[in-house]
T-cell receptor, first 115, second 112 residues
Framework: AQSVTQLGSHVSVSEGALVLLRCNYS??????LFWYVQYPNQGLQLLLK??????LVKGINGFEAEFKKSETSFHLTKPSAHMSDAAEYFC?????????????FGTGTRLTIIP | DADVTQTPRNRITKTGKRIMLECSQT?????MYWYRQDPGLGLRLIYY???????NKGEISDGYSVSRQAQAKFSLSLESAIPNQTALYFC???????????FGSGTRLTVV
């Protein structure tokens, strides 16, 4: 069965500093992997996705993530944090299912930006 | 108009009441989902539907039921609401695997 572990339920970084949000997955087959962002009082918005093409994936708002099969990881990074990045971030995994998507989500990481 | 619309946005109901949460979409997607979000637990799958004639239980379906009235509509019902069903509920749609989901804005349900 597929699962996702997000290390650190809360992460604080200073404005302008590197953002690193950790995600490790468990999957019996090559997975599809996703990062979503949730701003206060809103739904979830897709940041980026890995679907077995390039291992370094670039997303919106300057975020990127690298798929590392040997480490079963898909960590999210951004070189320089901005105040507007404050939100909750969710990693999700989907196993092959004959064309049907069914995501399993991590428990989320709340990112706080310190001015 | 939003691609995925959930109604109501907020609802307070009493223990034992029946309540329906509605979801409609204009994406033309066959696949629809209901999740609940609780602090510290992330999003957990309640029910999902890969097409109009397909309904499947997710990991936490007890106490919930669903109806897929049309490709565009997928409703979630709580037959007899209880306080631990207080949560933020999300509907989502999917085109096909690898595209991820499009989420609605959520329904915040409080059971008192």
């Amino acid at each position: 069965a597929q699962s996702v572990t997000q290390l650190g339920s809360h992460v604080s970084v200073s404005e302008g500093a590197l953002v690193l949000l950790r995600c490790n997955y468990s999957s019996s087959v090559p997975p599809y992997l996703f990062w979503y962002v949730q701003y206060p009082n809103q739904g979830l918005q897709l940041l980026l996705k890995y679907t077995s093409a390039a291992t370094l994936v670039k997303g919106i708002n300057g975020f990127e993530a690298e798929f590392k099969k040997s480490e079963t990881s898909f960590h999210l990074t951004k070189p320089s944090a901005h105040m507007s990045d404050a939100a909750e971030y969710f990693c999700a995994v989907s196993e092959f299912n004959f064309g049907n998507e069914k995501l399993t989500f991590g428990t989320g990481t709340r990112l706080t930006i310190i001015p | 108009d939003a691609d995925v619309t959930q109604t109501p946005r907020n609802r307070i109901t009493k223990t034992g009441k029946r309540i329906m949460l509605e979801c409609s979409q204009t994406k033309g997607h066959d696949r629809m989902y209901w999740y609940r979000q609780d602090p510290g637990l992330g999003l957990r799958l309640i029910y999902y539907s890969f097409d109009v004639k397909d309904i499947n239980k997710g990991e936490i379906s007890d106490g919930y039921s669903v109806s897929r009235q049309a490709q565009a509509k997928f409703s979630l019902s709580l037959e007899s609401a209880i306080p631990n069903q207080t949560a933020l509920y999300f509907c989502a749609t999917s085109e096909t695997q690898g595209h991820g989901y499009t989420f609605g804005s959520g329904t915040r349900l409080t059971v008192v």
